[in-house]
Structures are given as C-alpha cells and as structure tokens.
C-alpha cells in the first residue's frame, strides 16, 4: 500500500518522522512531501498529485494548521483532507493530546471531528503510542478489512430515475437498453440555484479532468428547473456489427444533490449484453468516475442501478474481438431493471470501495433480468 503521512509539519517532526521509517519496516511505501519537495513549504499541486497515488491517506492533527495556499484560502492538510473525501480514500486520523492548538487548526478540527462516519480515528500524547496504534491498524488494512460500512435505512430515499424522466434525454426513441447508476448523499439539504449554477459551469471541466473522455469529444450541457446535464456523444464510428465496449452518455447532478451517469452497455452485431463479468467493473469505473468529479462530499451516500430497455440486452459474454453467432433475447414485452435501495454505505464506495459495491449491484441487475431465470 502507498500510505500518504498529511500534517503540517511544525509541532510533528519527530512523529511524522517517525512513521516513514515504520512504514516501510511494514512492508508499505510511505509518501509525504519531505520527500519529494526540498522546500519548507509543500507545493499544493505536488502534494495532491501524491495523494491520488496512495490508498490510505493519514492524517496527524497537531498544534499548528500550517501554510495558507492563496488559490484555496487553507492549508495543505486541509487541501488534502477535502481530496481524500471526495476520493473516498481510506482515511486515518491520529489527533495529539496535551498540546495547545492554534485557532485555524481548531477549527480545521472541528470539520474532521464533524464526521463521524467513513472516518478510523484516535488520539496519542507520545510518538511511540502512536507508532503501536499506526502498526495495529495497518496489519487490520493488511488482513482485508472493508474501507466500507453500511447501515439500513429508515426510509425509502427520494431517488431519481433517469428513465422516468423524459426532460432531457439524448438518447430517447432510439430503444437503446442503458446502464444507470446513481449516488444520492444522505443529510443533505440539496445544492441552492445559485450553487447549481456555478457547479453546471464546471461540470464539463470536472468531467474532462477525470480523463475519461477524450479531448476532442464534444460535450453538451443542458439545464432543467431541477438538475443540469451533460450528453456525451459515441465514441469513433465502427461498422455495426463490431463488437464496442459501454460508454458514457450522460452525467446528471440534481438538487437533492444526486449524481447520476448513464452508460450504454457492452454490444455487438446481435445487440446489447448484459455481461455478468464485465457488468461490475463498468459500474465500479462509473462510481469512481462519479468520485472524481468532487462533487459528493458527504460521507454516507445510497447508490443505486438500473437497465433500461432491458428486454433489447441479452445476458452473455461480451467479446470484444468478435461477436456472437446467436442471442437469446426475453420473450417478455419491455421492462427496466432496477436495484433495491435499502441500505446507505460510506463515501468509499466512489473510490476504494468501488468494487465491493459493484458486486451486489450487478448481480442484481442480471439476476432479475427474465433471460437469467
């Protein structure tokens, strides 16, 4: 594992020193900035670059908030404790007792406290406790333990469905079985007009910056009185009966706060497969990507699939050098395939825990399609 130490440095010297070295003795790579930036002060962009190359990011919380970067107005902790949320990266906190705390990093500490969820921490007043507590939960990380908990709701939560919806939708009349995935945040009061609004200016931003689209696809937004949208085109043309992988069509962000993707699932010349393989790493590639755009933040989110179209998807092998010689397609008149949304899981689920997540989901999806009964 690639283990990201986050702190300010002043008033943690010998702890964070003291934690690369026990790092690597775990068989682990310790990253921080120490040792990869010959300043006293980190770069930002060079902190946040190592960060989305580590699986666990710990955080040390100190007497001392550290240097303010003009372009965010706060520290790089705190850059990078808001990026390891919205990755839902593993995320350890290790607060010192018996030292007076700034007020900049009171408050700092009180936003991390604020989480109760999602979220390991603990406290130390020595180097060598909290040497013994980083070891005891490493060796948990090591034996496998879920970045993930869940927790079964109360109530029904107020999702949408891209296919009830014929507001916007690109892609209508044509019969095209998609792949939906949505991630609701719970406690969430919903995003204003004017928050709305600034977030629709940079959505086509936020999306090219994950480097799943390519550069020259053209994006195209839209606006409704309750979510804003952005349509993806099909990649290059091919001949009809080439075999194409899923693609992303359509990423919508409500004001409930809800993001939803769509995605047209895996087909070839005999038409769309419903791929009990290949099904659940397009869902976790589509949670992740939901992750990367920073748009989430709160800790326990709901996610939910479904198929549209699904009586036009066959449930089979997708191949992605030659397709099929025959098909089995449902007798049944159209239907749409959705996943029961009963239980809440932590932020995780848009980064280390993708995969987890995607299991359930898609063997959901194909277990109620009526070609697999």
Same mark, same amino acid.
Request: aromatic share 6%; net charge negative.
């Given at each position: ?6 702190s300010?440095r ?67 902790t ?18 010192k ?9 009171v ?23 909290? #040497? ?56 969430f ?35 409704? #009185? ?21 693609e ?33 790493? #397009? ?26 179209c ?13 397709s ?28 280390a ?21």
């Amino acid at each position: 594992m690639n283990i990201f130490i986050s702190s300010a440095r002043r008033g943690l010297e010998e702890e964070r020193d003291s934690l690369s070295g026990l790092i690597s003795a775990l068989g682990h790579m310790p990253v921080r900035f120490e040792d990869f930036s010959a300043q006293t002060t980190p770069s930002r962009e060079a902190c946040l670059a190592a960060l989305a190359s580590a699986d666990v990011c710990l955080f040390l919380l100190g007497p001392k908030y550290g240097h303010i970067f003009p372009e965010t107005g706060q520290s790089a902790t705190h850059d990078e404790w808001m990026a390891a949320r919205a990755a839902g990266m593993t995320r350890l906190v290790y607060r010192k007792l018996n030292v007076e705390f700034e007020p900049a990093q009171v408050d700092f500490t009180r936003i991390v406290q604020a989480y109760a969820t999602g979220v390991f921490r603990d406290s130390f007043e020595t180097t060598s406790e909290l #040497q013994t507590k980083v070891v005891q939960k490493i060796r948990e990380l090591d034996a496998g333990t879920s970045p993930l908990s869940f927790a079964r709701l109360t109530e029904s939560p107020d999702l949408r469905w891209t296919v009830d919806d014929k507001g916007i939708n690109p892609l209508a009349g044509n019969n095209v079985p998609l792949l939906e995935l949505h991630v609701l945040p719970l406690n969430f009061v919903g995003h204003s007009d004017r928050e709305l609004e600034q977030i629709s200016a940079s959505l086509v931003d936020r999306i090219r910056t994950t480097g799943l689209i390519r550069g020259d696809v053209a994006l195209t937004p839209s606006r409704s #009185q309750d979510h804003v949208a952005v349509s993806v085109p099909s990649g290059r043309p091919r001949s009809w009966d080439a075999p194409q992988p899923g693609e992303l069509s359509e990423v919508r962000l409500y004001k409930t706060g809800q993001v939803s993707t769509r995605a047209t699932l895996p087909k070839d010349g005999l038409g769309s497969i419903l791929d009990p393989e290949a099904l659940p790493q #397009q869902i976790a590639d589509l949670l992740k990507f939901i992750g990367s755009l920073n748009i989430v933040q709160q800790d326990r989110i709901v996610v939910a699939a479904g198929v549209s179209c699904s009586a036009l998807a066959s449930v089979d092998r997708f191949n992605p050098h030659q397709s099929r010689r025959s098909a089995q397609l449902s007798r049944h008149s159209n239907f749409t395939l959705r996943t029961e949304a009963d239980e809440s899981v932590t932020l995780a689920a848009l980064g280390a825990g993708a995969e987890e997540v995607a299991g359930p989901l898609s063997r959901a999806l194909v277990r109620q399609h009526r070609t697999a009964r």
